[in-house]
């Protein structure tokens, strides 16, 4: 009885948190390049030769850009879903 509570209320409050995605794999798609690019950057300091390797999905349906100065990364998939991404030295690459 216990563990069914605390299940239940583990998932409402990640229910809670949870980002809404309109059930469109080309938006988790570029929402995803866009954070791991930034982590692999700004987090890991991995080169972009092999944070694109990386990041790299078959179909390669998104890509990056990236600011290095303001540590950000814009991801465009299928050019026409978009995402940011930016370092936050407290809690790594976060969504904008």
């Not at 299940?7 to 938006?27: G, K, Q, V």
């Not at 814009?74 to 030295?89: Q, Y």
């Amino acid at each position: 009885m216990i563990r069914r509570a605390l299940l239940a209320s583990t998932l409402a409050l990640a229910a809670c948190n949870a980002e809404a995605y309109d059930n469109n794999d080309a938006e988790l798609a570029v929402r995803q390049k866009a954070k791991e690019m930034c982590s692999c950057l700004f987090v890991m300091e991995l080169s972009e030769q092999e944070c694109a390797a990386w990041t790299r999905v078959s179909p390669n349906v998104a890509r990056a850009t990236i600011d290095r100065e303001n540590k950000r990364v814009h991801a465009v998939a299928l050019g026409f879903w978009a995402a940011d991404a930016r370092f936050d030295g407290r809690h790594g690459c976060v969504h904008d």
